[in-house]
């Protein structure tokens, strides 16, 4: 017999409703700032809102070009990028080492000991070492993006923050511990507990994939509390000191790729951790580890736009090097095209990066659809980059970097990187859950004036207030869906010639709208259940987004770096000619495709109609479970926790 997952709170199994319901309190309900992102699903390209583009001060900008170069010359010196890939580890002196230059404190105001670096600056890091080593950014950023510093830079007290930041600083490495055998992306199901014990917290749980868990010195762990006399309860967050007697790291997690990183299995067993270690209150945890994850989810498209940027320069050095049919590599069709993507697709995602980025750090942006969005494209489109090198290397592309040297050719580590993007489509929200996490705010306006509408529960009443209030917001909003600046033949003239891109991103915004208001017309509240119609919505938001952020950084090179002002037009152009080919088939996928016979021949294999296909071969996976039991309590396994310092 299956079992049947019980909810934390205590209230019964864990229902489709109640897992929407758990995910849905913990959703940021108010826009009470300005979101581009938000504004382009409702069919509005508000490019004053990005252009100009933003920019840093003078003194971010001084402080953060100071710490890139002894940052780089720190990289170049004193790691060794094919060590941590032979002996999968990053050496705790090169730890040491990053620690002593502040690269642990890059995040964290001066006043506890960081750096206070902008968000642009902690991204271009993260570029920078991830380039050397994708588990250099992974520790790096793991640390500082869902680690302890970012939580308690929003929601820690100030006793809080002067006890644990300047630790971080100076280099107490920090871990995130949500996950858990039996729940990913369902927070409903979580089976860890916070009892309430006077003035403490008593935690139990087994926490999976708890990246920089097996070196960590100071963890944030989420656990449910339950509800008694004088206690809310609910998922909450905690700061758990590492050494805690009753925490045991069971296992270090080897992967395909990121090899470096030390990532774990991290059982807790009655750990006593004081009321003033909460992060907030009681039952904010998911609300907290969303809100950390607005900016925090920058840091992966960064690493991503990296890997990219890196991939584009061995390309182009062994394109124009390796000779095939008489000329060069690079000078025959069907490898220019691959090149031209790889350009194409570097600037843009570095541009989504930097406006993300120069977004939050200049303040009063609201930017959970904008991270979302890169977070989604670029471990999508890096992969695909990453993939096209290994292809234009052909079989040194398949090659380890290790082989390549041993024979005397340069070790170039491109089946690494491929390995190593593979997990950007997986971790921090894999591609199908920012999908649906990004279509739920696309939709946010409508299920606001439409909620009891399409409510099945709601009585004759509700429904008619429901139907009124939406019918006044349709027929507001439907008629500016009909035309706008993009149809104007000299709209956007301030981009000069990129401004027919623009035009083409204000029509395709108008036409997302409409699509999105069809789709909630046909399906209503079954809307949540076409997911890969919501996911091409959520693509066509992304590409569109990709294309206003690339008109945009190039208009700003132009300003600010006259020389290069052509090259990155025409960088732009490129792009956006290729993202209008996918968004018009993005397009005629919506109502053009086989989601229905598809899902009819998924529920047949399900169902085992088609053993027989299965037939002839053998499965060599090893014997266990599909999902280990994490039942609590003490460990019997060797605690494999070490420290670096």
Not at 213 to 231: F, I, K, N, T, Y
Request: charge should be negative; hydrophobic fraction near 40%; glycine fraction near 10%.
């Amino acid at each position: 017999m299956t079992a049947t997952p019980s909810d934390p709170a205590g209230s019964g199994p864990v229902t489709e409703e109640r897992a929407r319901q758990v995910a849905e309190e913990a959703r940021e309900k108010v826009w009470d700032r300005p979101s581009f992102g938000k504004q382009l699903f409702l069919g509005r390209l508000r490019i004053d809102l990005i252009h100009p583009h933003p920019r840093p001060d003078a003194d971010a900008r001084t402080a953060g070009e100071k710490f890139l170069a002894e940052l780089e010359r720190f990289c170049a010196e004193r790691i060794d990028a094919e060590a941590i890939e032979r002996d999968a580890r990053i050496p705790d002196e090169v730890i040491r080492g990053l620690a002593e230059i502040g690269a642990f404190g890059m995040k964290i105001d001066t006043e506890y000991g960081g750096l206070g670096l902008s968000q642009r600056y902690f991204n271009r890091a993260l570029m920078l070492l991830g380039s050397v080593n994708a588990s250099l950014g992974a520790l790096v950023s793991a640390h500082q993006s869902i680690g302890v510093p970012q939580p308690l830079k929003l929601f820690g007290t100030p006793e809080q923050k002067r006890e644990f930041l300047p630790r971080c600083a100076r280099g107490e490495i920090s871990a995130f511990l949500l996950t858990e055998p039996d729940v990913g992306s369902d927070p409903a199901r979580l089976h860890s507990t916070a009892t309430p014990d006077g003035d403490d917290y008593i935690i139990d749980g087994v926490k999976l994939w708890t990246t920089n868990g097996v070196v960590a010195d100071l963890l944030v762990v989420m656990a449910d509390v339950p509800r008694s006399q004088g206690h809310r309860g609910g998922i909450t967050a905690f700061v758990v000191e590492g050494d805690s007697p009753g925490i045991t790291v069971e296992n270090r997690n080897a992967f395909m790729g990121l090899r470096g990183i030390e990532n774990g299995v991290t059982r807790l067993h009655q750990v006593g951790v004081p009321a003033g270690n909460r992060i907030g209150e009681e039952g904010q945890g998911l609300k907290i580890a969303l809100t950390t994850l607005n900016t925090g989810r920058l840091s992966l498209p960064a690493i991503c736009a990296g890997s990219s940027k890196w991939c584009l320069r061995v390309a182009r050095e062994w394109a124009t090097q390796r000779v095939q049919w008489g000329k060069p590599l690079g000078q025959h069709e069907a490898v220019a095209g691959k090149i031209a993507f790889m350009a194409a697709t570097s600037f843009a995602l570095e541009a989504v990066v930097e406006l993300s980025s120069d977004l939050a750090d200049a303040g009063g942006h609201d930017i959970r659809i904008e991270a979302a969005l890169a977070k989604l494209y670029a471990s999508e489109l890096a992969w695909l980059v990453g993939d096209e090198l290994v292809q234009i290397r052909g079989g040194r592309g398949y090659e380890t970097a290790a082989s390549l040297a041993a024979r005397g050719e340069r070790g170039v580590p491109a089946e690494q990187v491929l390995r190593d993007l593979r997990i950007n489509r997986i971790f921090e929200g894999s591609t199908e859950i920012m999908h649906l996490m990004i279509a739920r705010e696309a939709v946010d306006a409508h299920l606001s004036v439409a909620g009891d509408l399409i409510d099945p529960k709601a009585d004759g009443k509700a429904k008619a207030r429901a139907g009124a209030k939406a019918g006044k917001f349709y027929a507001a909003w439907l008629p500016t869906l009909a035309a706008g600046r993009g149809q104007l033949p000299n709209g956007y003239p301030e981009f000069g010639s990129l401004a027919r891109h623009l035009r083409y991103v204000e029509r395709a915004a108008r036409r997302l709208a409409r699509q999105t208001f069809y789709g909630m017309a046909r399906w209503q509240g079954r809307m949540e259940h076409h997911q890969r119609y919501l996911a091409r919505l959520v693509d066509i938001g992304a590409e569109l987004f990709a294309m206003s952020a690339a008109c945009v950084r190039a208009e700003m090179i132009v300003a600010d770096e006259p020389d290069r002002g052509p090259q990155a037009r025409e960088l732009a152009d490129a792009f956006c000619q290729q993202a209008r080919l996918r968004v018009e088939a993005l397009f005629d996928r919506l109502w053009t495709n086989t989601d229905d016979a598809d899902r009819h021949l998924a529920g047949a294999v399900l169902d085992g109609t088609y053993l027989w296909l299965e037939e002839g071969i053998l499965d060599p996976s090893l014997p266990g479970p599909w999902i280990s039991t994490a039942q609590p309590g003490e460990s019997t396994r060797e605690n494999v926790h070490r420290s670096t310092r």
